[in-house]
C-alpha cells in the first residue's frame, strides 16, 4: 500500500496560482488512480479531480473545471494539481487520496489511502 505526502500549499491572492505536489511511497503507483479532495472548515470533504493509472483519463469536480488541472507522472511517483484563477472560496485544507477500484472516483468512500492535507489560502 502506498503512503502519500503532499506539499505545495500556501497563501496567494485571489486570481493567483498555486501547484501541488502529492509523492507516493512504494513501487505500485502506476497502479492507483488518484484523487484531489477538499474540505474547507464547517464543510464536508469535496471532490477536486481524478485522474486514471495512466493518466489518460481525468475528471474534475463542478467547482473547479476549467481552472484547475490533475496530472501524474508515473516515474516520479508524483500527482500535481496546478490550480489557475484561484478564489477566496478556493480556500481549503487538500487531500490526495489512492484508490484501486475501477468506479466512484468522486467520492470519498472510494478511496483507501489519504495523505496528510496541505492548507491552501487565497486571500481577496
Known amino acids: 500500500q502506498v503512503q502519500l505526502v503532499e506539499s505545495g500549499g500556501g497563501l496567494v491572492q485571489a486570481g493567483g496560482s498555486l501547484r501541488l505536489s502529492c509523492a507516493a511511497s512504494?513501487?505500485?503507483?502506476?497502479?492507483?488512480?488518484m484523487g484531489w479532495f477538499r474540505q474547507a472548515p464547517g464543510k464536508e470533504r469535496e471532490f477536486v479531480a481524478a485522474i486514471s493509472w495512466s493518466g489518460g483519463s481525468t475528471y474534475y469536480g463542478y467547482s473547479v473545471k476549467g481552472r484547475f488541472t490533475i496530472s501524474r507522472d508515473n516515474d516520479a511517483n508524483t500527482v500535481y494539481l496546478q490550480m489557475n484563477t484561484l478564489k477566496p472560496e478556493d480556500t481549503a485544507v487538500y487531500y490526495c487520496?489512492?484508490?484501486?477500484?475501477?468506479?466512484?472516483?468522486?467520492?470519498?468512500?472510494?478511496?483507501?489511502?489519504w495523505g496528510q492535507g496541505a492548507q491552501v489560502t487565497v486571500s481577496s
Open positions: 487520496a489512492a484508490t484501486k477500484r475501477t468506479a466512484n472516483w468522486g467520492l470519498t468512500t472510494t478511496y483507501d489511502t
Open positions: 512504494g513501487r505500485t503507483f502506476s497502479s492507483y488512480v
